[in-house]
């Protein structure tokens, strides 16, 4: 379905990269096949050296020359590009965008009858292990969701939801790996408090959390029944789930989660014109 489409990332930064890296690796795509713009010089010369893709600072060029055209820059200039894209944007395109908060109506609005899908990826489409969620656009057909599911799913898992639900996935699951890092991060450095080297606490902290996010995927289980089966009666795990929950990490997670949504909620409001 890719087989000798053209496609462009409007902005170079980390989703971009993540996402192409993604992509060349899961060989959906061949690096002639991507056009890379920004407007950092050195961002392109970077990107050129490490995945030899074709790069642009005109934006107008890259979607001119595109068939798929990803919208990979920030909320706050996401006006700017569109006005830059929308001479050269044709129905037989299609836009794909991840810019948090904004609304396929605004998108939209800007890009005529051009199809849309509002994607929230997340920076493990690096390593194929992203999850991302879509929901179309008033243009889009079916086959565009087909299109999604082909491209997200070449790099991770897929979920199509209705647009309304896009803040809340932003704020778990597109900034979730940041929580998560940061949690790893933790319980390495606690694993040092307690005497390991920095090297193995890493390892164990960063596999420990593979693992028990592969088994909670994998068996389907609620997490609270896999928790249970660590939990010994008056071992070692109790002691520390007790500080855990004393310390109010449950109620913080849901409260990052919130933050972030609103957060997302905000950014969709404040720039609309
Ligand atoms: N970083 C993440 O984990 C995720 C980010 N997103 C969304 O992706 C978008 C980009 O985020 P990041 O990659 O984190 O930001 P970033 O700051 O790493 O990348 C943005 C890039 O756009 C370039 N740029 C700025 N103005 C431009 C213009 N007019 N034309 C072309 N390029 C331009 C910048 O030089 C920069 O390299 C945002 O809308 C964000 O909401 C969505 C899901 C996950
Ligand atoms: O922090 C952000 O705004 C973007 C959106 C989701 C992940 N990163």
Do not use: W
Not at 27 to 32: A, R, T
Not at 85 to 93: E, G, Q, S
């Amino acid at each position: 379905m890719l087989h000798q489409k053209q496609l462009a990332f409007i902005g170079g930064g980390a989703i971009a990269e993540a996402l192409l890296k993604g992509l060349l690796t899961a060989k959906l795509v061949e690096p002639q096949q991507i056009m890379v713009c920004d407007v950092a010089q050195s961002r392109l010369e970077y990107i050129k050296r490490t995945y030899n893709v074709i790069t642009t600072v005109n934006g107008c060029d890259a979607a001119g020359q595109a068939d798929i055209v990803f919208l990979t820059v920030k909320p706050q200039v996401i006006d700017d590009v569109l006005v830059t894209i929308a001479p050269v944007m044709t129905p037989a395109k299609v836009v794909i965008s991840v810019a948090a908060g904004i609304t396929l109506d605004r998108l939209q609005a800007k890009l005529g009858k051009t199809p849309i899908i509002r994607v929230m990826p997340n920076t493990p489409v690096a390593v194929g292990a992203g999850v991302s969620a879509f929901a179309l656009g008033q243009n889009a057909r079916p086959e565009h969701g087909e299109l999604a599911s082909l491209i997200f799913g070449a790099v991770g898992k897929t979920v199509a939801v209705d647009e309304k639900a896009m803040d809340a996935v932003t704020g778990l699951s597109g900034s979730g790996p940041a929580y998560t890092f940061l949690f790893i991060e933790a319980l390495a450095d606690a694993g040092v408090r307690v005497g390991l080297s920095r090297q193995t606490a890493l390892l164990l902290a960063a596999q420990t959390i593979l693992g028990a996010a592969k088994m909670v995927v994998e068996t389907g289980e609620h997490p609270a029944k896999l928790r249970d089966a660590v939990t010994s009666p008056a071992g070692t795990t109790i002691a520390g789930l007790h500080v855990l929950e004393q310390k109010g990490m449950r109620g913080a997670v849901i409260d990052a989660v919130v933050a972030a949504t609103e957060r997302s909620r905000e950014m969709g409001q404040i720039h609309d014109k």
